[in-house]
């Protein structure tokens, strides 16, 4: 069969949707993937050849005006003409969105051709884009039992949220650690802020850095592409030892190299998180939709899996101590390692991608 996979934007949607196609692959079936535009959507599907790839326009309501009304309504008339062309050669059998309103026209299109839509909503409450999409849809596939309140009884399905398959390779720490050219032994942070980094978090970290130079420490920080060289200059000026690169595809020696992350709360990256009982510290982004990644982490802050900060809150005097008082007791590191291990979900990819199929026979 053929499946359409729209999982543009952001990481958070395009990973696990990169996910669900790679177990659907696995099966014997055809996918395509629609991503945007955006430059991370390219840099995060290079080389994926054994999906088909389309690139169509993002669309976001960015404000009431009427004159960013009728842009928007313009741009998403345009996509959602080039994704029924893309589906009148493809004929997808179903048509499943990742979240947010790049789902919206191919989620639209898949039911004008009465085919089985789907939605996936990862975050523990769902913003206005998944609010819309769960009514058009044959079936909203959840990744927090909590979202499930804020949708239709009976047309959801908890799955958790997909993890790539790249993320499931066995690696050992000592060569996870030699990939960022670390020394083994050391206690190693990993900061992290998205697919796109976080100027807050990077902000928050610079202030830090003083009170960690001198301190038993090294760092793999992935700033997003505009700080890059702003933080490579910060941590050589601290002495303290850094690999510092924008974005990094060989996310699992990230993740097995360090004993700690600061990180947001995005349900993609708290996912992954949790498949490696990471424990954190969580800096939600402030303005994201809903406040979805507060939710998020106060799901893992209840279950002792990590501390959350508020960004308004942070400080680099609050971020160093936090992190330094975790650092100092090996045990409690332990332990929060166990609680975040509890919380990852299982055979999530296999999941949506059965519960697709069921609705296809």
């Known amino acids: 069969m053929k499946f359409a996979i729209a999982a543009g934007g952001t990481g958070g949607h395009l990973f696990p949707g990169v996910a669900v196609g790679e177990v659907l692959r696995a099966h014997g079936h055809e996918v395509m993937l629609i991503i945007s535009e955006k430059e991370i959507d390219a840099l995060a599907t290079e080389g994926r050849s054994e ?41 997808p059998n179903a048509v499943i969105g990742m979240g947010g309103f790049t789902s919206t026209g ?5 039911r004008s051709r009465r085919v089985p839509t789907f939605v996936h909503e ?19 596939l959840l990744g927090f039992e909590e979202c499930a309140a804020y949708f239709p009884s009976g047309k959801c399905e908890v799955t958790g949220t997909p993890v790539r398959t790249s993320l499931t390779k066995p690696i050992d720490k000592p060569r996870a650690l030699a990939a960022f050219g670390l020394t083994p032994g050391t ?12 100027r807050g978090i990077n902000q928050a970290v610079t202030d830090a850095l ?59 990256s708290l996912t992954e998180l949790s498949h490696f009982g990471l424990p954190s510290i969580l800096i939600p982004y402030p303005h994201a939709a809903e406040d979805h ?44 390692s166990s609680r975040c291990a509890s919380l ?18």
């Not at 191919?106 to 898949?110: D, E, Q, T, V, Y």
């Not at 990852?344 to 059965?354: C, T």
């Open 210 to 268: 003083p009170k960690l130079a001198g301190k038993r420490l090294q760092v793999i920080h992935l700033t997003g592409k505009q700080d890059e060289g702003l933080m490579r200059t910060r941590y050589e000026t601290a002495a303290v030892p850094a690999f510092v690169s924008p974005f990094y595809h060989q996310m699992e020696e990230a993740y097995r190299a360090a004993d700690i992350a600061i990180a947001r709360s995005g349900a993609a």
């Open 51 to 91: 999906f088909r790839i389309e690139r169509v326009p993002g669309v976001g309501l960015q404000s009431k005006s009427p004159l960013a009304l009728i842009r928007f309504i313009a741009k998403f008339h345009s996509g959602l003409q080039q994704v029924r062309a893309l589906y009148r050669e493809f004929q």
């Open 106 to 110: 191919p989620i639209l299109a898949g």
């Open 187 to 198: 206690p190693t942070l990993l900061i992290m802020g998205g697919s796109q980094g976080a």
């Open 122 to 140: 990862s975050n523990a409450i769902p913003g206005k884009a998944n609010r819309l999409n769960a009514r058009l849809v044959t079936r909203v």
């Open 293 to 336: 990644q507060t939710f998020n982490a106060k799901i893992f802050e209840r279950a002792g899996a990590a501390a959350l900060i508020n960004e308004r809150e942070v400080t680099g005097e609050t971020l160093a101590s936090k992190l330094l008082w975790l650092l100092a007791d090996p045990a409690r590191l332990s332990e929060m």
């Open 344 to 361: 990852a979900p299982h055979q999530a990819a296999e999941r949506v991608a059965d519960t697709v199929l069921k609705f296809c026979v």
